[in-house]
């Protein structure tokens, strides 16, 4: 059996097993943030997000030396309303859920001897079709692994072509990545953005690029990658990334990755599309499902959102 089909077929046990998915899935039961309201969540929350786009002057704290990455303020206890993962709550139902999708990527990142994964710390989240949930995953999994004692992590906004990360975050667009792979920007350091999060950095997507694609595919990127490596060894870094189906910049990004998050809206997302998404990525080491917006287990609401494994794929190689 392929790849694929074991990743689908997981998939499809994931979906149909209701009842036995408390390991596979968590119910959203456990997240009444996320599911309790009367509208779709998804609406709820990122209009909250969206009305403060410009940033409050008392957000940016400048810096003392300029050399060193500029610092900016998220505002966690609007991310807390909204349902997302925040340091102050962490027994919160959102950052439960977050703790069982990161473990297992946690411990793929710094296996070492045979279990050793090349680049096991650069993991992209993406999905097949745009709006399944991955800038949602990305920002999440970042501040929840940024909660942890032993990790220090980098979220970078790798979706060059619509970038949201900033957005979401309530912050303007900034310089970033393109930036730095069209070498406008020399040093990484000048458009790194430290945040309140003690241990989470950003990269934004910086501005948007006609080559965006060839970019991502450059000896640049690779150097970038090197870079971000050595000067963080210690560091996760999480991609938010665009859709594997729509263009091609997702796969060029996922030559580069030690692990990707698919991310699948649940009772949208066709097994089809998934075996397409996959197939654009088998070369990628470690390919992990996580079902998005799920049905509660017993929550009878239809707008519950809840998150499970749907795969987990180790090369022979690996
Ligand atoms: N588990 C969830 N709980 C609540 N809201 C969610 C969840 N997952 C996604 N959403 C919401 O669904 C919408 C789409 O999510 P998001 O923007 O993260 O998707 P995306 O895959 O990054 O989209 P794009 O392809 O446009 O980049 C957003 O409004 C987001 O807040
Ligand atoms: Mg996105």
Redesign the pocket.
């Known amino acids: 059996m392929s790849l694929i089909e074991k990743a689908v077929q997981r998939l499809d046990a994931l979906k149909q097993a209701s009842g036995e998915q408390a390991a596979a899935r968590v119910s959203t039961d456990l997240?009444p943030n996320?599911v309790a309201a009367p509208e779709?969540?998804?609406?709820v929350?990122?209009g909250a997000?969206r009305t403060s786009s410009s940033v409050p002057e008392a957000n940016r704290v400048p810096l003392p030396n300029p050399q060193v990455s500029r610092s900016i303020q998220i505002d966690l206890h609007r991310f807390a309303q909204?349902?997302m993962v925040t340091p102050d709550l962490p027994r919160s139902a959102?950052a439960e859920?977050f703790r069982l999708i990161k473990r297992p990527l946690l411990q793929n990142a710094t296996a070492t001897g045979p279990t050793a994964i090349e680049n096991g710390s650069l993991i992209m989240?993406?999905?097949a079709?745009?709006?399944?949930?991955?800038?949602?995953?990305?920002?999440?999994l970042a501040i929840s692994m940024a909660m942890e004692l032993d990790y220090t992590v980098l979220l970078v906004d790798a979706?060059v072509s619509?970038p949201?990360v900033l957005n979401?975050l309530g912050l303007p667009p900034e310089r970033g990545l393109m930036d730095v792979l069209s070498g406008e920007v020399s040093d990484l350091g000048d458009v790194l953005l430290r945040t309140n999060i003690e241990k989470l950095s950003i990269l934004p997507a910086g501005m948007p690029h006609s080559r965006a694609t060839e970019m991502l595919a450059s000896e640049s990127m690779n150097r970038l990658l090197e870079q971000i490596a050595n000067r963080y060894p210690d560091r996760i870094i999480v991609f938010?990334s665009?859709?594997l189906l729509?263009t091609t910049e997702a796969r060029v990004l996922a030559t580069h990755m030690g692990q990707v998050v698919i991310?699948v809206?649940a009772e949208q997302t066709t097994h089809g599309t998934i075996k397409q998404a996959l197939a654009t990525i088998e070369g990628c080491p470690v390919k992990l499902m996580v079902l998005?917006?799920s049905r509660g287990q017993g929550s009878g609401s239809y707008y519950g959102?809840?998150?499970g494994y749907g795969s987990e794929a180790r090369p022979e190689a690996a």
């Open positions: 997240a996320v779709p969540v998804a609406e929350a990122l997000g909204i349902g959102i859920e989240v993406t999905s079709m745009p709006g399944e949930g991955k800038s949602f995953t990305a920002i999440n979706d619509r949201s979401r938010d665009p859709p729509v991310v809206e998005n917006k959102y809840g998150y």
